[in-house]
């Protein structure tokens, strides 16, 4: 009211207007000028500095999470502010929507922010504007939309920049960074939360300190535990110094995580007794709650194997409060964890409900999907499929344990619509040859399940190796692969471990079809080496690699058409791509390319479909936790952003029932090495109906690499089938190297084509 009223009132709104002329110079937000002119122009003041003074009220609330109290007067505000035609109404809407963030009314949020961005860029309200992109983005990623997320955390980005806010910069490439660390894209991860980190220097706000310390603890967890917990360390400093209970909370349940998972137990178990007592003072009853659940779900990891009555209580009083909250993947989190509980308890009954209550939350999640993207690897949820294979496998109820595992390697929307009707085991061999296998992995934490499948049987053992044993065996073969070893130990002892211990039930095949699980993704099969009869497993039997058993059978199901005498499209997405492509065109009789100009998304995605081989050399950014987030990248149209990326998504909308091989060529700008393999573009294209991909695992010589696609490209055009070829390929290369390890390991074939 002083402020409207003359006097000393008018020094003030001097002074506003001066700073307001001056942010819109430096910044162009003209969302302060708007403001006093709304001042000097009212013709009821009174009521206008009302509005102003209940904004200011809520506002402070809020500042102080107090969101429960802040809501009502916000609201109001809003109200008052938009009669009193204030610019700050808009100000008060964005601290609304992110009342429903934390609130989870995610739809409400979107209606109501969506057109307030476009009003904010009308009138030059920059901080609004990236306000309600952050919290567009925020929302779109809790729903699972991460295209639309990345979107609106770019536009955020964009809004920053423009503004020069060096804390909302920094702020929008911390969301950057943590967008792009779930979806699996690990060189943008960093990209963005190295930009972020450097807002440490320039901040003074210990909100904003929180938020990018707690990601990077996050983030670098991913990595080393030990470094995590250093910056974990950091993190409660600042909370404390912030003086948020909430966040303080927070930041000791991490640490206790982080800690139980180093077994350092009684640390953690003080870690979590003081995140309790900062519990007990929280202010509001919507953030309590949400912390309480990261609490608990801490707490029931940390007791599992010395108390598990206790570490079950705990699970189902999270469980409750997921539950009133109904956040069904919470709940679907939680319920895994309560089964892992009831395991070690011995109640493997009460355990089997707990996974059949958490698989049903999530699929009655994931069946309201509607973006391609959602799902993820680094989702603890399909620990309730990998927790359920195993109990089904330890209770000898292989039937269970197959269908479940076939239900878990179907991870994206495009896969499960290809599979109309399942097929369960006996439907699975019954598609077989006589002279063909599956070898289908489930590494669990503790243990390994290698099944063989068969025409006229199934089996299943298990192994005692550990995930980090599988992972070192896998990481040390393909250190071999890439300095071209002439002793195969890794090879070696992984076909110790997967192969030897089947090698009676594989007898008489010479088709292998690999169905492995991710710890075995990126491995090189091929490669592995049988000591006895001093061949590689190439050598022996043509390999193939499936998404599941599944697809496999159906592919055995339909019908055959091989690719001799097809056309080829050969694509060369840059300058780097186009001498490839124009080789690869050279070897068949017709075909086609696009090259140069001509290489472009849309191009890509109308010719493509039309051709029976396509050849794709382009530079590709890997997803390694979801292949519909993979991406070629072509250049982008003029002005238009991203425009040129085709995603996994992409390509598995698009039927491509015509094309039977895709031949994916990643092309590095690294003189000599590939970068992380064009696998994970592979799904997609089967997902679309192609039923041979040939592509690369990561780390072979790029040059030698090209040279043996060349080669398996000229077997093709001579009418010799897409398997066949590759082998033949392969075979040749270890005869005329004299059986060192190279790039012939790093070429695989998803599918089939005969």
Avoid: C
Avoid at 200 to 219: C, E, F, M, P, W
């Amino acid at each position: 009211p002083t402020l409207l009223s003359g006097g000393s009132g008018s020094t003030e709104l001097d002074r506003l207007r001066v700073m307001s002329q001056a942010m819109l110079r430096v910044t162009g937000d003209a969302m302060y000028v708007d403001v006093v002119a709304a001042i000097d122009g009212h013709v009821q003041p009174q009521a206008l500095a009302a509005a102003h003074h209940q904004y200011a009220q809520a506002a402070a609330l809020y500042a102080d999470d107090r969101y429960g109290d802040a809501e009502p007067g916000l609201r109001n505000a809003v109200a008052a502010l938009t009669a009193a035609g204030s610019p700050l109404a808009a100000r008060a809407r964005v601290d609304l929507a992110s009342i429903d963030y934390v609130n989870g009314r995610y739809d409400a949020l979107a209606q109501n922010m969506a057109p307030e961005v476009g009003n904010a860029r009308t009138h030059r309200y920059g901080y609004v504007a990236a306000r309600a992109s952050w919290i567009l983005g925020l929302s779109a990623f809790m729903q699972g939309r991460h295209g639309d997320a990345r979107g609106y955390y770019e536009d955020a980005l964009g809004e920053a920049e423009s503004l020069k806010d060096a804390e909302l910069i920094a702020g929008a490439h911390n969301l950057l960074a943590s967008l792009f660390h779930y979806v699996g894209d690990e060189t943008s991860t960093w990209i963005h939360l190295i930009s972020a980190l450097r807002g440490l220097d320039v901040t003074r706000s210990l909100k904003l300190r929180h938020g990018l310390l707690i990601n990077a603890a996050l983030i670098v967890r991913a990595v080393s535990e030990e470094a995590a917990l250093a910056i974990q360390d950091e993190v409660i400093r600042n909370a404390s110094d912030w003086g948020r209970e909430g966040a303080i909370a927070e930041a000791f349940a991490q640490r206790a995580s982080i800690l139980t998972s180093l077994n350092r137990r009684e640390l953690a178990a003080n870690d979590l007794n003081e995140a309790r007592r900062q519990l007990a003072g929280g202010k509001d009853p919507a953030m309590t709650g949400r912390v309480e659940m990261i609490v608990l779900s801490a707490e029931t990891d940390l007791l599992r194997s010395t108390n598990p009555p206790a570490a079950v209580k705990a699970a189902e009083t999270a469980i409750a409060l997921a539950s009133a909250r109904r956040d069904r993947l919470r709940m679907a989190q939680l319920q895994l964890r309560l089964a892992q509980a009831n395991i070690v308890w011995g109640r493997e009954a009460a355990a089997q409900l707990a996974l059949e209550r958490g698989i049903a939350a999530f699929e009655e999640e994931r069946s309201s999907w509607s973006d391609e993207a959602r799902s993820s690897s680094r989702d603890e949820l399909w620990g309730l499929f990998e927790t359920s294979v195993q109990l089904a496998i330890k209770r000898k109820d292989y039937d269970r344990a197959f269908a479940l595992s076939e239900r878990a390697r179907v991870r994206t929307l495009a896969e499960a619509r290809a599979i109309a009707t399942p097929r369960d085991l006996k439907m699975v061999q019954a598609s077989l040859e006589a002279n063909e296998a599956i070898l289908a992995l489930n590494q669990f934490d503790n243990e390994l399940a290698v099944w063989v499948i068969r025409r006229t049987g199934a089996s299943v053992i298990t192994r005692p190796m550990t995930r980090a044993q599988a992972q070192q065996l896998v990481a040390r073969q393909q250190d071999e692969v890439r300095l071209e070893a002439s002793v195969p130990r890794a090879g070696r002892a992984l076909y110790n471990e997967i192969v030897r211990p089947v090698a009676a039930q594989l007898k008489d095949v010479d088709r292998l079809v690999i169905v492995p699980d991710p710890t075995y993704e990126d491995a090189p099969f091929a490669a592995m080496w049988n000591e006895v009869t001093q061949h590689f497993l190439v050598q022996d039997v043509a390999l193939r690699f499936a998404p599941s058993a599944t697809a496999i059978a159906i592919l055995n199901g339909s019908e055959r058409r091989g690719t001799g005498n097809a056309t080829a499209l050969a694509v060369g997405a840059g300058d780097l791509a186009r001498a490839d492509a124009m080789a690869v065109a050279s070897l068949y009789r017709s075909s086609s390319l696009l090259v140069g100009e001509a290489a472009t998304r849309p191009r890509l995605l109308a010719d493509a479909p039309s051709f029976p081989v396509v050849h794709l050399a382009a530079p590709l950014v890997a997803s390694s936790i979801n292949p519909l987030l993979s991406q070629l990248v072509f250049p982008d149209a003029a002005g238009v952003r991203h425009s040129g990326k085709v995603s996994g998504t992409d390509i598995a909308s698009q039927p491509m029932t015509q094309t039977r091989l895709v031949v994916l060529d990643e092309v590095e700008t690294s003189p000599s090495h590939r970068g992380e393999g064009t696998l994970s573009m592979a799904r997609p294209f089967m997902a679309a109906g192609v039923p041979a991909v040939v592509g690369t695992l990561p780390g072979a010589d790029e040059r030698a690499a090209r040279d043996l696609m060349i080669g398996f490209h000229r077997e093709i055009a001579n009418g010799v089938s897409a398997e066949q070829a590759l082998s033949r390929v392969q075979r040749n290369t270890i005869q005329q190297n004299g059986g060192r390890l190279g790039a012939w390991t790093a070429l695989v074939m998803y599918g089939s084509d005969r």
